[in-house]
C-alpha cells in the first residue's frame, strides 16, 4: 500500500514530467503555422469533452471514444513535419549532444572556407542568388536525393557557374559535404515560423531558414536582389553578414569549440561589427561625417 509520501512524490513526478513535455511542444510549434491549427483543434476538443461531461451525452461519448484513437493518428500524420522537426531540435539539444555516441562535427578546413568565401563574394558582387548547404554532423541525403547528384571536387569557379541563370542547375540549393559538391538543384524544406526578420523575403530565404530548423547545417543564401548575403542556422537567421565576418565564420564553422563558449548569434553580431569597425571605407566615411559637424 503506498504511503501519503509515496503518493506525494510520484504526483509531483508526473505533474513535472507532463509540465516538460508541454514545455518543449510549445516551444518547437511557437510562431508556425501548425500552431494556431493544434489551438483550434484543442478548443474543439476540449468543447466536445465539456458538452459530454456537462449534457451526459452519452453516445455522443462513446462515439467520441471510439475515435479518439484515430483522432492521434490522424494529428501524427497532418503534422508529421513538425513532430520530426520537434525530434530534430530536441535531439541538438546540449544534454544530448554531448552523449559519447554523437559524431564528430564536420569542421571544413581554412582551404574550403576560402573557396567558399570567394565564391560568396564573386555572387554578391555580380547579383547573383545562390543557396549553399554546409553539411555538418546530420546527413542532408534526404536532400540530396532531391536534386541532381554531382560528386565533384570543391572548385570555386565549378561552384559559382552552377547559380547562373542560364545554367540547367541554377535553381535550389547546393549541398556541400567537406571539400566535395554532393548535389545541386536540391529542394529544401520552406521555413513555417513566421519571423519579422523574414518579412520580404522571398524562397530562397525562406528555404534556408527551413534546412536550418530541419538540421544541424549552415546554409548560406545570397539574395538576386540585393547581393545581400544571409545565413541560416539552428533556426536563427541572420542578414547582410559581412566578408570579413563569414570568412572568420567560415574557417571555424564550429565557434563554441573554443573556452569561450560564444553563442552563434553573439558570434556573428561580434564579426559583423568587428569588420565594419575595421573597413576603412566605412572609416573615412565617418571620419568625413565628423569633420563636415565640425566645420558647421
Known sequence: MLTPLQIELR??????????????????IRGTRVAAL?????????????SISIFNLDVLGWLFGGLALYLAFGV??????????????FGRQPFLSAMPWQTTR????????????????????RRIGALIAIERAESLSVFVDSGVRIDAPLIPELLQTLFYPPA????GGVILRGECIVAARCIFPLSERLRSEMKGLGTRH?????????????????????GIVSIAHDGKFYRDIRPD????????????????????????????????????QRVRQRVRRQREVDHD
Open 206 to 226: 525562406q528555404a534556408a531558414m527551413g534546412l536550418s530548423e530541419a538540421s544541424d547545417a549552415v546554409v548560406v543564401a545570397v539574395s538576386e536582389e540585393t
Open 245 to 280: 565576418a563569414l570568412r572568420r565564420y567560415l574557417r571555424a564553422l564550429d565557434p563554441l569549440r573554443n573556452a569561450e563558449q560564444m553563442m552563434f548569434g553573439r558570434f556573428l553580431e561580434r564579426l559583423n561589427r568587428s569588420s565594419q569597425n575595421g573597413n576603412p
Open 106 to 125: 564536420n569542421i571544413q578546413p581554412e582551404p574550403v572556407s576560402e573557396k567558399l568565401c570567394e565564391v560568396v563574394d564573386r555572387l554578391s558582387e
Open 168 to 171: 540547367p542547375l541554377h535553381d
Open 11 to 28: 504526483d509531483c513526478l508526473q505533474i513535472a514530467i507532463l509540465a516538460v513535455a508541454l514545455y518543449y511542444v510549445l516551444r518547437f
Open 38 to 50: 493544434l489551438m483550434g483543434f484543442g478548443v474543439v476538443v476540449l468543447g466536445v469533452i465539456a
Open 76 to 89: 501524427v500524420i497532418i503534422f508529421h513535419p513538425e513532430f520530426r522537426r520537434g525530434l530534430v531540435m
